[in-house]
Every structure is written in structure tokens, then in C-alpha cells.
């Protein structure tokens, strides 16, 4: 009797011990019904996720260390792991992201990425999770639009979702996300216009939206993001003129701004800015190159080629600190080509197609 006795206040000492310390059952079965939505059939990633407690040992899953709910979805298809090395390939997953994510109510991060198969939308319900800060989903197959209250998580830092297919525009609510520092939605089928109130995502640093549809103008608002590294607005439809203020930003060092439809004159403020990495190229810009270029100007990328760009290259352009390539092909430029630096390690075909430059590496004038 006492023995029985003994083993049962173990037992219930020992459930008491897992409901403290092991993930809620309720997370438990969010996690499970995700999982019925994917299929891995290589890895076996999922063959880890067993047993009560969805806290320990379960790949991909962690939970905060107080309260035991999850707390971060790492799946990446593309890792250093050992199962990734052992089965001596990447990942590839298909499927659906179900929407019992939702369910796991602390949420900090989501990083369902690189797995080439995965196919769906985006679950809406998604920003309803207040403490999400990180949603990484690059390299799947996601179709559909982002969800248009995403504005909502006021947490977030980090927005992946490139390398999709996702479509739609971009929603009046992701300005609201007043504590994003990383936009990345390139290569979608993203349409419509950048949002005006752009600028408002005052904590941006990157900001890259290369390779979808956007059309429209580049809003003026965006000189407000004074912490705004890297702007990647190339392969687009946009068009109308590059904002002067692009040029006054203080920490901006990369615009890329080619193959769009952008016109007018090239701002006088971007040649002796903080940029370093300029592109415009493959655009419709017009009128001379600005003879602007000073000890501020240092370039590691200036290609303005495929224009319609007229004139001499400026004489100041000797003046800058340092211009690793430069490419003025393919506009209307006339003139001899200034001796010196950056010209004496240029090759001729920084200069080829223009009306009437000459002199080294070109033909003599």
C-alpha cells in the first residue's frame, strides 16, 4: 500500500513537474496541425517533433524560458545543420502555412524559409500576434497578397517575404509599422504605387523592393527615414523624377534605382552625397550630368549608362575622392574624356555608344 502510494504521489509530482516546465498542450497542437500541412521528404525534420513537451528537442521550436509558450519558429531550408549536411543537400518542403499558427498566442519570430515548395497564401490571421517581431519567409512559393492589416504588429523589426510570388499591392497599413528596420519584398508580382507616407517608417534601414511591378513616383517622403541605409527600387515601373532630398539623406550610402521608367534630371545633391552606390542606369533620365563632384563624392558604383544623358562629362568629376566603376554608355554625351583619375583604369566600354566622346581609352579627339 505504502509502495502504491509512493509511485502515485511520484506520478502526480512528475505531470505537475511537465505542466510547469513543458510547452502548453494547447501550443502542442498548434505546432502538430502546422506540421499536417507540410511535407518534408528528405529530411525528416518533423521525426523530432514528438513527445509532450514541444520545448525540448523539438527542431526548428523555442520557447520562453518563464512561461514555456513558444516563443520562435526557425525553419530555414538552407542551414549548416548536421541533418542538412548528413542528408548532403538543401531543403525542399511543400505545402501550406496553416493558419494554427495563429494559435500560438507569443509568437516572437517566424522564419519559415527557403524551401522552394511551399505554396499558399500568407494566413491573414497572422497580425493578430502581438509580439511578433521577425517574419522571415523568403524562397518559397507563396502566392497572394500581404495581409492588409499588417500595420498591426507594431512589434515587428523584420519583414522577409522575397523571392515569392506574391501579388497586390502594397496595403495603406504597413506604414503603421512604426518599429520596422527590414523591408525585403523583392522579385514578387508586388503592384501599384509606393505608398506617400512612405517616410514614416521612420526606423527603416534597408528598404529593397527590386524585381516586381511598382509604378508611380518615388515618394519625397522617403528623405524622412533618417536611419535609411539601402534603398533597392530597380526593375520597376516607376517613373517621374528622382527626388532632390535623396541626395540630403545622411546615411544613405545605396540608391538603386535601374531599369524603371524615371525621367528628368539627375539632382544635383546625389553627386556629393553619402552615396556610394549609385545606380540609374536603364531609365529615361535627361539633361547633363551634374557638375557637382567634390571631396564628398566617393563612388564604389556610378553607372548612369542606357539614358538619354547630353553634354561633356564634368570636369569636377576628377575632384571626388574616388570612383571604383563608372559606366556613361549608351546616352548622348559629347566631348573629350578628362585625363586622370578614375579615367586612366576605366575600359573603353564605360564610355561606348555615346554621339562624339573622345579621347582615351577611346579614339583620339
Not at 116 to 139: A, M, N, Q, W
Not at 173 to 201: A, E, Q, V, W, Y
Not at 228 to 246: F, K, T, V, Y
Amino acid at each position: 500500500m505504502g509502495c502504491r502510494w509512493l509511485l502515485s504521489v511520484t506520478a502526480l509530482l512528475l505531470a505537475a513537474a511537465l505542466a510547469v516546465n513543458g510547452c502548453p498542450p494547447s501550443d502542442r497542437a498548434a505546432l502538430l496541425a502546422f506540421k499536417s500541412a507540410l511535407h518534408d521528404p528528405y529530411l525528416g525534420i518533423f521525426n523530432t517533433w514528438r513527445g509532450t513537451d514541444c520545448c525540448h528537442n523539438w527542431y526548428g521550436v523555442s520557447c520562453d524560458q518563464e512561461s514555456r509558450r513558444v516563443a520562435d519558429i526557425n525553419l530555414r531550408g538552407e542551414s549548416e545543420d548536421p541533418i542538412f549536411q548528413r542528408a548532403k543537400r538543401t531543403g525542399y518542403m511543400t505545402g501550406t502555412i496553416s493558419s494554427a499558427i495563429c494559435r500560438l498566442g507569443r509568437l516572437s519570430s517566424l522564419t519559415i524559409a527557403d524551401w522552394k515548395g511551399i505554396t499558399g497564401e500568407i494566413p491573414s490571421c497572422i497580425v493578430h500576434l502581438p509580439f511578433l517581431r521577425i517574419i522571415d519567409l523568403i524562397g518559397n512559393r507563396l502566392s497572394g497578397e500581404i495581409p492588409a492589416e499588417i500595420g498591426k504588429l507594431h512589434r515587428l523589426t523584420v519583414l522577409n517575404i522575397a523571392d515569392n510570388l506574391i501579388t497586390g499591392e502594397l496595403p495603406r497599413s504597413l506604414t503603421n509599422l512604426s518599429s520596422l528596420m527590414h523591408l525585403d519584398l523583392r522579385n514578387n508580382r508586388i503592384s501599384g504605387p509606393l505608398p506617400r507616407d512612405f517616410g514614416k517608417l521612420r526606423m527603416l534601414s534597408r528598404a529593397l523592393l527590386s524585381g516586381n511591378r511598382l509604378t508611380g513616383l518615388i515618394p519625397s517622403s522617403v528623405a524622412d527615414i533618417y536611419r535609411l541605409a539601402d534603398l533597392d527600387l530597380s526593375l520597376n515601373q516607376l517613373s517621374g523624377p528622382i527626388p532632390a532630398s535623396l541626395g540630403k539623406m545622411a546615411v544613405l550610402s545605396t540608391l538603386n534605382l535601374d531599369c524603371n521608367r524615371i525621367s528628368g534630371w539627375i539632382p544635383v545633391t546625389l553627386m556629393n552625397s553619402a552615396v556610394a552606390n549609385l545606380n540609374l542606369s536603364r531609365n529615361f533620365i535627361q539633361g547633363y550630368i551634374p557638375d557637382a563632384f567634390g571631396p564628398r563624392s566617393y563612388f564604389t558604383v556610378l553607372d548612369l549608362s542606357h539614358n538619354n544623358l547630353r553634354g561633356p562629362i564634368p570636369k569636377t568629376i576628377a575632384s571626388a575622392s574616388f570612383i571604383g566603376h563608372l559606366d556613361l554608355s549608351h546616352n548622348h554625351l559629347c566631348g573629350r574624356i578628362p585625363l586622370g583619375s578614375p579615367f586612366d583604369h576605366l575600359e573603353a566600354s564605360s564610355f561606348m555608344y555615346n554621339d562624339c566622346l573622345c579621347g582615351k581609352p577611346l579614339k583620339a579627339c
